[in-house]
């Protein structure tokens, strides 16, 4: 009867991890499908090799590595290109700034690549052996270290973006408003689930490694179901950053008139209308930097230019959803440069006071009776 519980408790854990895996491999695939963005192939890179963390942590820790050993360390050259991607995301993301792969940025990953060599061409019997002497043995000490080396790179390259742009820059009641406590509870669980793991490798301590990846999975579903309120977080955090940046204007020496004019015409051009627009795209065709164009909307408009855009996309929603031939909400959507109608029914909702389902009936109602 133990032996059936501990069997029946080790199956639970693989399929507990290994869903997550799944999740997180079918979620990086499907947002490659739907988005072609760089940003985009970015995350979906993260969050494939978050998958494939969880799949070789399902069959480590509950032993079924036995039997398919090969797989336990495939995911260490994967992760190490991740925290590098991290933070060019995190700067795509909260900065604007365009995405520039270095290729210092893929040399942890190479070098890890080169230390799974000796294991790779062993014999299955050659890798249980350096597996179940990863504590007594110099390779398997590199092999924990590369484990370890992978919590540790992605806790820096987080590290660096929040000292050097993060922390500086936003203030601490960002985090303490309504939409954004979801967002807050996520980031501290995520650190505290690399440091348990981490302190779990670094001290060779079972349970904490354990631990850090039994909370993984938790992770990425509480994301998944909350990332519809990620997204204001990130518009305020945005903000906070840009107008911080401001104490030394940029804008001296360029015309505001210019710009004016310039913005007048691209609105009329509808460049809005393309999903893929950001403010660099936008800066380039009105001939400022990036920099400058964003201190001009705060400057002369009070928001940053998410919202100098949003604003465009939902007056020409508003005309589409006023024909009287009748478009989809989804159809819509992506013609005015939503890349989910999630998204544009959010947006929607606080520019107009209703979803776009509503206003369409509201107008109809208005007609009728007229």
Not at 25 to 54: A, C, M, P, Q
Not at 160 to 168: N, T, V, Y
Not at 218 to 228: G, K, N, P, Q, V
Not at 248 to 261: H, N
């Amino acid at each position: 009867m133990g032996t059936e519980s501990i069997s029946l408790t080790l199956l639970l854990e693989f399929l507990w991890m290994g869903s997550g895996a799944i999740f997180c491999i079918i979620w990086s695939l499907s947002n490659l499908v739907k988005h072609r963005k760089k940003s985009d192939f970015l995350w979906s890179f993260i969050l494939f090799s978050t998958g494939l963390w969880l799949l070789t942590g399902a069959f480590m820790f509950t032993g079924f590595y036995l039997y398919f050993p090969v797989i336990v360390f495939i995911h260490i050259p994967f992760v190490f290109l991740s925290a590098s991607f991290l933070y060019h995301y995190l700067e795509s993301l909260f900065l604007e700034k365009e995405i520039k792969i270095h290729w210092v940025s893929i040399f942890p990953s190479l070098v890890s690549m080169i230390f799974l060599v000796p294991y790779y061409v062993s014999s299955h019997e050659e890798k249980l052996n350096i597996l179940e002497n990863l504590t007594h043995s110099e390779y398997g000490a590199i092999l924990t270290g590369l484990n370890f080396g992978i919590k540790l790179s992605i806790l820096i390259s987080v590290g660096i973006f929040l000292i050097r742009d993060w922390i500086p820059n936003v203030r601490l009641s960002v985090f303490f408003t309504k939409r954004a406590i979801y967002s807050l509870v996520f980031i501290l669980l995520i650190w505290v689930d690399l440091l348990v793991g981490s302190i779990g490798f670094g001290f060779q301590i079972p349970l904490f490694r354990k631990l850090s990846a039994y909370l993984l999975p938790i992770l990425m579903y509480f994301y998944y179901f909350t990332r519809e309120l990620w997204e204001p977080f990130v518009s305020d955090v945005r903000d906070n950053i840009q107008k911080s940046k401001y104490e030394k204007s940029k804008l001296t020496s360029v015309p505001l008139e210019i710009i004016d004019q310039k913005l007048y015409e691209l609105m009329l051009e509808k460049v809005f209308c393309d999903e893929d627009l950001n403010l660099t795209t936008l800066a380039d065709l009105v001939g400022v930097k990036s920099g400058q164009l964003s201190e001009y909307f705060h400057k002369r408009y009070g928001f940053g230019f998410y919202q100098y855009i949003n604003q465009y996309r939902i007056e020409e929603a508003k005309r589409y959803l006023l024909e009287p031939t009748e478009r989809t909400i989804l159809s819509i959507a992506d013609a005015v440069g939503f890349n989910s109608k999630s998204t544009f029914n959010r947006v929607f909702l606080e520019k107009v006071g209703v979803t776009p389902t509503d206003f369409r009936k509201q107008v109809k109602q208005t007609n009728s009776s007229n």
